[in-house]
């Protein structure tokens, strides 16, 4: 294996060729829209180019030393989708944020036609489609909410590619199957950009499915661990679950408006001329299918399970981009919800998102509380910080019914602006426990042996009770995962304290609002775990990174390799200051509304505009919101980080140093002195949230007592029914040729006498006809 | 003149002769003359159609199938001969080489 320690920047010279593509494209007078076709087109086409030439070469040197097992083959696909993407938000924005209506949907061919056999009373007739005018076709649906998860996707899809070469090159246990690696990690990209992009809901489907194949592809990634396959089943099975759902929910909408086009569904000329009952189930269907794709309460027992898969794939898939399909979707259901020949009738929809929300926000930020896998606990993280958007759209979903389209479009835009910020921080806390587990793995490879057993024993690189003290072992690392928690947590001005401030308030201005009563125990929910959240994430890193080293692998860790440090040195900037960014330029009222990006700036000024967020964020006119938003600035920024600290927190080992940047986050939890918590540990609550509060155990037991008695009633039938009549025409056919073969003597005058009668049969038969 | 009926009823009882003749006789050639008997039992009947209806095409089949008979004859005879001298029998109940 190659020396990884040395900079290999002259490898990524392909992937910087790449940036050529759209000049390209320009020169040959293209613009952006006709392009974006290519966003989907290029990693289709790369992708089997990886399978197929990694399988037949994947011994060779240039192959694994120069193209890095395929990785670089993807980062170049990806870098082509994300100059594509960059490109199409810049001509966006130059339009004023708006496209325009007649070029939303663009190059839409036709590829699924449908002919129908209709009777018309006196002979059946075959209608061509061209005569019942509809088909189905692809193009590309461009608005706001497309661009922002587009970019999200794209921008983390090749930052985790990248971090990926760092981690999967690298590892023995990967020789030669990374090509399997990112050829699936390249179609998982295609899908994601095919879904976000499709401009209509069979393609989204289809996309959808296509992530869902690739999540299981991959949570499965090591195929020979008995646990990486049943979690891979698992959350195949699960998500299928909601799948079903979902396809159900889009045959009825098909039923409803005879297209499954945006287009022609989010027409407000035909949006509100259906029957709102049916709609109703159609939507609260796609609500299913989301809740299973975001791992959201009752769906979500697949999500830490699927953290078996390798740790680019957690960052990527589980925490980044797949789990926010199902946000994508209710987002997408949005115009339902603020047709005004609905109003009022899908608000208990509305309950139920946001109620599925809060439930789930509380019960996965519990869970993490105690969770002590590093992956683990950002993977409950991920479900509560999901839940979060999901109850801030559920919110905006309830306004827009109510007739409140102001207040609608601001909870969207914080729903869809946590997405954001949730995506740019999960996505980078993964690579960094990435980076830790990576490196934990290579000292105790070094501490133990490099080969034979050494993966065998019974050592655990991700569990944090093995870690401590790592603060000045890996200081990039332990700077991304603080400015990630930092965002995750909210800590004022930081990444994801503007959204999560904004899901808050909405909910709680719900709550509050006439015939709001209903939101108000998720309103309450959502504020609790604002708390809980702030304890669990500084939990983590302070079990990782304070302290003294508690095992002696924690002593001897590094970081060294720069293709794991470059992507998180990015992320770590994205998140630290985009969220202030993004905030100061109303970038959740664009998301809202899609028209205001800039506005605030153009008529305030830049100064006038800071302080007009400022004080909005933080000083809201309504006592209330200016109450509960306060609260949860106490109780995730101050309460949670130092309840943590004082079980957790720890000064370094003696001689020991990090940088300034963590070295005051260590000072502070050594001296905020200490609580023991070992009797709450052992308390049964505790027992309860180990066992993550036994829904596992509950979903087995119920399943092992229907579905399975089922299956085999099925299997069964199978075996003696449908097999048994295949099996009875089988030996019947035997049994009768046998018996046939008796007549066959051989004897002349046998055949002469068969012939004989027979011909007399033939006569007697025509004699009774005639 | 004979009536046509006549004529088929003799082809009728001719036929049938030949019929139990195939059925019953083991020695080959045996059977094969009541084949024969049963063809030109078939023939009377070309006769006595060509007879009722007054048509010469129903004699002209007759002479047709009587030299085509020959020919069949012929070649019956030549397979019983390569029967004998290969079984050294000509007893349709020991030869059962059509099962094969």
């Known amino acids: 294996m190659a020396d990884h320690s040395k900079p290999e920047w002259h490898l990524m010279m392909p992937v910087a060729a790449m940036l050529l593509f759209p000049v390209i494209c320009y020169k040959i007078g293209w613009d952006a829209i006709d392009s974006s076709m290519f966003i989907i087109a290029i990693p289709l086409v790369v992708w089997p180019a990886i399978a197929i030439i990694g399988q037949v070469w994947k011994k060779t040197d240039w192959w694994k030393n120069h ?7 993807a980062l170049a696909a990806l870098a082509v989708s994300l100059c594509l993407t960059i490109w199409l938000i810049i001509q966006f924005l130059g339009e004023h944020g708006n496209f325009g209506a007649q070029d939303s949907d663009i190059a839409s061919f036709a590829w699924l036609n449908f002919d129908i056999l209709a009777h018309d009373g006196v002979s059946w007739e075959l209608i061509g489609s061209d005569k019942l005018g509809f088909t189905i076709g692809f193009g590309i649906y461009v608005d706001a909410l497309t661009l922002m998860l587009l970019f999200v996707a794209a921008f983390l899809c090749f930052l985790i590619g990248w971090f990926a070469i760092g981690y999967m090159t690298t590892d023995a246990v990967n020789e030669d199957r990374n090509h399997r690696f990112f050829a699936e990690f390249l179609l998982f990209s295609c899908g994601m950009f095919g879904m976000v992009l499709a401009d209509n809901f069979l393609w989204l489907f289809i996309f959808w499915e296509i992530m869902g194949l690739c999540s299981y592809l991959l949570i499965g990634f090591y195929w020979e661990k008995p646990s990486a396959v049943a979690a891979a089943k698992k959350a195949f099975m699960t998500t299928r679950v909601g ?33 709102p009952e049916r709609l109703r189930l159609a939507l609260i269907m796609l609500f299913i299918g989301a809740v299973g794709k975001s791992a959201q309460f009752p769906l979500h027992v697949w999500l830490p399970d699927a953290m078996e898969g390798p740790t680019p794939v957690s960052a990527l898939i589980h925490a980044a981009t797949m789990v926010n399909a199902g946000l994508y979707l209710v987002a997408r259901m949005f115009p339902f919800f603020g047709a005004s020949g609905f109003e009022g009738d899908f608000s208990d929809v509305a309950l139920l998102i946001t109620w599925i929300g809060g439930i789930t926000a509380i019960m996965a930020a519990a869970i993490a509380l105690v969770a002590n896998d590093i992956k683990r606990v950002l993977a409950y993280s991920t479900m509560s910080q999901l839940a979060y958007i999901f109850a801030g759209l559920g919110a905006a979903c309830w306004f827009a019914n109510s007739g409140h389209p102001e207040f609608a479009a601001l909870a969207f835009g914080a729903a869809l602006f946590h997405l954001f910020n949730h995506a740019m ?12 587990i990576h490196e934990m793995h290579h000292a105790h490879h070094q501490a133990h042996g490099e080969h034979g057993g050494g993966d065998d024993d019974h050592f655990d690189a991700q569990d944090m009770r093995n870690m401590g003290g790592l ?24 990444g994801g304290f503007w959204s999560k401030e ?29 708390g809980m959240t702030g304890f669990y994430m500084s939990r983590m890193w302070f079990m990782t990174f304070a302290g003294k080293p508690k095992t002696d692998v924690a002593e001897h860790v590094g970081e060294d390799t720069h293709w794991i440090k470059t992507p998180l040195v990015t992320l770590s900037l994205v998140t630290a200051f985009t969220g202030a960014i993004f905030a100061v330029l109303n970038f959740p009222e664009w998301l809202g509304e899609g028209e205001q990006l800039m506005h605030g700036i153009e008529s305030h000024g830049l100064a006038e505009q800071v302080v007009h967020v400022l004080e909005h964020t933080f000083l809201p006119h309504e006592s209330t919101l200016l109450a509960v938003g306060w609260t949860a600035i106490v109780i995730s920024a101050i309460l949670g980080p130092f309840l943590a600290a004082r079980i957790h927190g720890g000064r370094l080992a003696a001689g020991e140093e990090a940088n300034p940047f963590v070295g ?58 449908i097999d048994g009549v295949i099996k009875g025409i089988e030996s019947g056919s035997q049994a009768s040729s046998s018996w046939i073969r008796l007549m066959t003597t051989g004897s002349a005058r046998d055949y002469i006498l068969m012939a004989a009668v027979g011909a007399l049969c033939i006569f007697a038969l025509l004699w009774g006809m005639a | 003149m004979i009536p046509p009926s006549w004529i088929a009823g003799l082809g009728a009882i001719l036929f049938c002769v030949g019929l139990s003749g195939a059925f019953s006789r083991k020695n080959a050639i045996i059977v094969l003359m009541a084949v024969e008997l049963m063809l030109n039992a078939v023939n009377l009947n070309f006769v006595a159609a060509a007879v009722h209806h007054g048509d010469l095409t129903g004699w002209v089949y007759t002479a047709i199938a009587i030299a085509i008979a020959a020919a069949e004859v012929a070649v019956g005879l030549a397979i019983f001969l390569s029967l004998y001298s290969q079984h050294d ?12």
């Open chain 1, 67 to 73: 193209l890095k097992e395929g990785g670089i083959i």
């Open chain 1, 243 to 275: 799948d079903v759902f979902l396809m159900v929910g889009l045959l009825i909408i098909y039923d409803l408006y005879n297209s499954l086009s945006f287009e022609v569904i989010f027409d407000p000329a035909i949006i509100d001329t259906v029957d």
């Open chain 1, 425 to 436: 921080a999960k996505g980078m806390l993964f690579m960094a426990s990435g980076s830790v």
């Open chain 1, 471 to 494: 603060a000045s072992k890996m200081p990039v690392t332990s700077v991304a995962m603080m400015l990630g928690s930092m965002s995750i947590i909210g800590i004022p001005l930081i």
């Open chain 1, 502 to 530: 904004g899901i808050i308030g909405q909910a709680w201005h719900a709550a509050i609002s006439q015939d709001g009563g209903a939101m108000l125990v998720p309103a309450l929910l959502l504020l609790a775990t604002a």
């Open chain 1, 664 to 721: 005051w986050l260590v000072q502070i939890s050594g001296s905020v002195g200490r609580t023991n918590v070992d009797e709450i540990a052992k308390s049964g609550f505790a027992v309860a949230l180990h066992n993550r509060l036994y829904i596992d155990d509950l979903y087995e037991w119920v399943i092992a007592r229907t579905v399975v008695p089922l299956g085999n009633l099925l299997a069964w039938f199978d075996k003696s029914g």
């Open chain 2, 89 to 100: 029998t000509i007893s349709l109940d020991d030869v059962t080489m059509l099962k094969h």
